[in-house]
Nanobody, 123 residues
Framework: QVQLVESGGGLVQAGGSLRLSCASS????????MAWFRQAPGKEREFAAA????????KYADSVKGRFTIAEDAAKNTVYLQMNSLKPEDKDVYYC????????????????WGQGTQVTVSS
């Protein structure tokens, strides 16, 4: 079993930055792919970024590419999402997710989820 706990959400002005953290406990961190998804009210949960813990490969949604960076600290079993140049449309609940194996974009591939952290961007 894997437990995921997100933190770091909050309110920021457009153009600002936030860093989200996802602390993992349970199975060996190095065997998982970790991802961030986001969801606006009434909308589907969508993929934002992922990192393969075994090889360090990363993948980003087009909407965040060049502005968001996913990174991991294996010693702390923590994954980060650095979000720069935030836009009002980035306002969502952000969820950390984990799966074994390769990076995947569809939410149904992920077995473990955190509780979510709210990000609000004011214009």
């Amino acid at each position: 079993q894997v437990q995921l706990v997100e933190s770091g959400g909050g309110l920021v002005q457009a153009g600002g930055s936030l860093r989200l953290s996802c602390a993992s406990s349970g199975r060996p961190f190095s065997t998982y792919t970790m991802a961030w998804f986001r969801q606006a009210p009434g909308k589907e949960r969508e993929f934002a970024a992922a990192i393969s813990m075994s090889g360090g490969l990363t993948k980003y949604a087009d909407s965040v590419k060049g502005r968001f960076t996913i990174a991991e600290d294996a010693a702390k079993n923590t994954v980060y999402l650095q979000m720069n140049s935030l836009k009002p449309e980035d306002k969502d609940v952000y969820y950390c997710a984990a799966k074994t194996g390769f990076i995947a974009l569809a939410r149904y591939n992920y077995n473990y989820w955190g509780q979510g952290t709210q990000v609000t961007v004011s214009s």
